[in-house]
């Protein structure tokens, strides 16, 4: 089993701050790699797929990038509305998730 | 509209058993692959289960196989499934997802459900 590892498990920043959220893979799963949001109370919502293609109606500031076992989220600027749990999920292998990165405010 | 509507979470006993179900709407629901994903009380994300856009093939995660059983009914526009054995481990909200890739197995989700909490308890 792939195991996805995200770090770090909390990261606090302003509204205007660029954020970064790192997923790091036990194994390579080349760039089949997707970041979801969550809200507390909601659904995951799929933000990029195949580590750098951002889903239907996700806002540009949102950007993933890396290949093979390190991946990276970025989310250019901070919105109020971006707060929340942030997982990483590979479909190489089965199908794995990460045990999540929770954006908070500073 | 996309909609998925998750329903028939309980409290069940320990080795008691229990049939979710689905509800989809807004797509053309027999091109699609379906899956189960669930999330324990405060953890993280689990993929569950899923099953291709025909019904033909299914797989489980190692921690329901055997016990769970996933299935479909295209001309009712809805998905299932079936847990027998219920562990107190398997307590936890239970969504149903959407397939990203039309007739394809791709294993990302881009329409979840609501969820349906399912409890194991005695």
């Known amino acids: 089993e792939i195991v996805l590892t995200q770090s770090p498990a909390t990261l606090s920043l302003s509204p205007g701050e660029r954020a970064t959220l790192s997923c790091r893979a036990s194994?390579?799963?080349?760039?089949?790699l997707a970041w979801y949001q969550q809200k507390p109370g909601q659904a995951p919502r799929l933000l990029i797929y195949?580590?750098?293609n951002r889903a239907t109606g996700i806002p540009a500031r949102f950007s993933g990038s890396g290949s093979g076992t390190d991946f990276t989220l970025t989310i250019s600027s901070l919105e109020p509305e971006d707060f929340a749990v942030y997982y990483c999920q590979q479909r190489s292998n089965s199908d794995t998730f990460g045990q999540g990165t929770k954006l908070e405010i500073k | 509209e996309v909609q998925l509507v998750e329903s028939g979470g309980v409290v069940v006993q320990p080795g008691g058993s229990l049939r979710l179900s689905c509800a989809a709407s807004?797509?053309?629901?027999?091109?699609?692959?379906m899956h189960w994903v669930r999330q324990a009380p405060g953890k993280g994300l689990e993929w569950v289960s899923l099953?291709?856009?025909?019904?033909?093939?299914?797989y489980y995660a190692d921690s329901v196989k055997g016990r769970f059983t996933i299935s479909r009914d295209n001309s009712k526009n809805s998905l299932y499934l079936q847990m027998n054995s219920l562990r107190t481990e398997d307590t936890a909200l239970y969504y149903c997802a959407k397939d990203m890739e039309q007739q394809l197995v791709g294993y990302y989700f881009d329409y979840w459900g609501q969820g349906t909490l399912v409890t194991v308890s005695s």
């Open positions: 807004g797509f053309t629901f027999d091109d699609y692959t």
């Open positions: 195949d580590a750098s």
């Open positions: 099953i291709s856009w025909d019904g033909g093939s299914t």
């Open positions: 194994q390579s799963v080349s760039s089949y």
